[in-house]
């Protein structure tokens, strides 16, 4: 068995089993023993269950970055078509997890927004982030002519975003992309699309 | 303290406490505690939490069932109009929670998903309930040349539904309704205008 040394560890291992089981599932005792490290270790470097929760967020996002950022700033594509190719990403490896666990943001969002606001805000913040990542975007093809200037591209960031993760739970539900295909069709060869 | 008598209490204080709380998060011992119930009457009803999900289910879509009937088949609205109402009676049910809570199906659908089949499958048959519903609508609407009549109106309604859902989770993590007043927005001032 793996053995767990440090802080970050714990977290990746903590990550994995929350996106599988979702925050509530998730015992510490769960985590402890599928990370082979004593008992005491978890309480040394989380004060609580809720600041873990924060520390897998930040990781979650930190890996985020990671897939979407080359993307974003890929200067070889039109600005639409890496916004389109960002979820295409996002789409593949959920359908590399057979349509399953979904998106860390979402799935917190869900479960602990009505009772933990410090969870809440940093869901909030993250959620933010990529909104305006993505209306910078949208901004460049408004002012390429790409899509229509006459939207605020704030407003449709947050929309498109929140479409996905809408596409990203029904598709969870059905075990099929096919919503998600469906999410990228509708909006980038029709809603989108210049007349 | 109210005297629960018979199944059907119990899953109605049940429903309230898992759209508060969530699955997972939700002992049997609070239900039971909340309805004022023997700790043994739970399992005279129910031979398993998993089914006692599969119960809240049931009267989460009947009561859904009796919010959007009367929408649907207002037949002084036109189709399409009746189609944007539904959403907005649903809005205005989540900020009457102030923006808490959210949709059983979306709720329970990204919690269970993954892990209890049954689950699963109820939630599936229920979106896909809905979604046969509303296409009945859009179909009519494209009869009507009110919406553009190259799509299909099923994957529309799939879309509708999915990108509602993920409206409503980005309202519940903003707790503002402005992403869902959005969703109303895009869809039926644009996205779905005939140009």
Redesign the interface.
Known sequence: MKRIHNKEDIVQVGLDIVL???F??TGVEAILKQANIPKGSFYNFFSSKEEFALAIIDKFVADRVETLYPIFSDESLLPLERVKRSFEALIADFEGNDC???CL???L???M???FENV?QR??QA?QSWTIGLSGLLLQAQSEHTISAD?DAE??A??L??????????S????SSE?LR??IH?YFD??LAR?
Not at 161 to 169: D, V
Not at 172 to 175: A, E, S, W, Y
């Open positions: 599988s089981r979702g509530n599932a399953s666990k979904g943001l979402g799935n969002g869900q479960e927004s009505d009772h809440r869901l909030e959620l939207m407003m449709l947050e929309n975003i929140a479409s996905f993760q809408g596409a990203l739970l029904r969870k539900v059905k075990k919503p469906n999410f509708f029709r809603f007349k």
